[in-house]
């Protein structure tokens, strides 16, 4: 499992204070919500540090089937149906791969992270680069047969971008840009090939 467990519990207090944690279990995956990220577990395969983790915040494991929204307030059960709480259907829908660049962009609440579209590499895709530091292939366990990290992987519109091994996965949530700057470097971005050899660009 490549998910940084310390970033993680950040995440899932943030999302339990304003209200935003979901967690289900659903055809086989436990799954955890939060604002703009989305995790699965395998059910069979859930280690005692992720149960504890969500158990810190809910007091509680769904049972199959079951979906409930934890805050302040309590635990919710009556919650409208997500395409996002199936893991199959939404890992049909990433179907485009994607690079992630070195571009970064500053700005005062946040840094954000370009993805390229590895099929067509005029497509630039932006994320929370807070939420990238959830991956850490330090956490992976090779030792009961888990593979390396495969994605990012995004859906047709570009607003979910999918990693994953057979133990875990992680979506992230992507951002639409509209400020000048951010437009500006977005358009600079579209023009460097970073799955080829671009380190020419570095003399220019």
């Given at each position: 499992m490549?998910l940084?467990?310390?970033?993680w519990?950040?995440?899932?207090k943030?999302?339990?204070?304003?209200?935003?944690l979901?967690v289900?279990?659903?055809?086989?995956?436990?799954?955890?919500?939060?604002s703009?990220?989305i995790?699965?577990?395998p059910?069979?395969?859930?280690?005692?540090k992720?149960?504890?983790?969500?158990?810190?915040?809910?007091?509680?494991l769904?049972?199959?089937?079951?979906?409930?929204?934890?805050g302040?307030?309590?635990?919710?059960?009556e919650?409208p149906?997500?395409?996002?709480?199936?893991?199959?259907?939404?890992?049909t829908?990433?179907?485009?791969?994607?690079?992630?660049t070195?571009?970064?962009?500053?700005?005062?609440?946040?840094?954000?992270r370009?993805?390229?579209?590895?099929?067509?590499?005029?497509?630039?895709?932006?994320i929370?680069?807070?939420?990238?530091?959830?991956?850490?292939?330090?956490?992976?366990?090779?030792?009961?047969?888990?593979g390396?990290?495969?994605?990012?992987?995004?859906?047709?519109a570009?607003?979910?971008?999918l990693?994953?091994?057979?133990?875990?996965?992680?979506?992230?949530?992507?951002?639409?840009?509209y400020?000048?700057?951010?437009?500006a470097?977005?358009e600079?971005?579209?023009?460097?090939?970073?799955?080829?050899?671009?380190?020419?660009?570095?003399?220019?």
């Amino acid at each position: 499992m490549f998910l940084h467990m310390t970033t993680w519990k950040k995440i899932i207090k943030q999302a339990f204070n304003v209200g935003n944690l979901v967690v289900g279990n659903q055809e086989g995956y436990l799954f955890v919500k939060t604002s703009h990220t989305i995790v699965w577990f395998p059910d069979y395969e859930i280690p005692n540090k992720v149960k504890g983790a969500i158990m810190e915040w809910t007091g509680k494991l769904p049972e199959e089937n079951e979906i409930f929204s934890a805050g302040k307030e309590g635990l919710q059960y009556e919650l409208p149906w997500s395409e996002y709480y199936n893991f199959k259907k939404m890992k049909t829908a990433m179907k485009k791969r994607y690079i992630v660049t070195p571009a970064l962009l500053g700005g005062k609440y946040q840094m954000l992270r370009f993805l390229q579209q590895a099929e067509d590499k005029t497509v630039i895709r932006v994320i929370d680069e807070a939420y990238l530091k959830l991956l850490d292939p330090g956490e992976l366990d090779h030792m009961h047969g888990e593979g390396e990290i495969a994605g990012p992987y995004g859906t047709e519109a570009g607003d979910m971008f999918l990693w994953k091994t057979d133990f875990c996965a992680l979506v992230i949530c992507g951002i639409t840009l509209y400020k000048g700057i951010s437009r500006a470097v977005l358009e600079a971005v579209r023009n460097v090939d970073f799955e080829g050899d671009y380190s020419r660009l570095e003399d220019a």
